[in-house]
């Protein structure tokens, strides 16, 4: 038998290696979840920066173009309108 040290393909020299932050596979699981957080914030952003106004029911007389928008939620609301029981 020799002396010689065999290296199987499993073996990998680990002064060879790239560090982590040089793996291509790294940034794609980082980056993944990373991208999901940041568009959150944008869209939280956007939700805070345009609020929808809120339709006072009480003063429908003195808004009179509110009123066919309150018709309309009202009608909506009505139990002949509603989808059949199935």
Do not use: C
């Not at 596979?25 to 929808?52: C, E, N, Q, R, Y």
């Not at 509110?66 to 009202?74: D, K």
């Amino acid at each position: 038998m020799s002396d010689k040290q065999t290296t199987s393909a499993n073996e990998v020299d680990p002064s060879k290696q790239p560090p982590w932050y040089r793996l291509p596979i790294v940034w794609m699981v980082i980056g993944g979840p990373l991208a999901v957080v940041v568009a959150s914030l944008f869209t939280v952003g956007i939700a805070v920066k345009h609020v929808d106004p809120v339709i006072d029911v009480s003063k429908t007389k003195s808004q009179p173009d509110m009123a066919p928008a309150i018709q309309g939620r009202n009608q909506a609301a009505e139990k002949a309108y509603q989808p059949a029981d199935r």
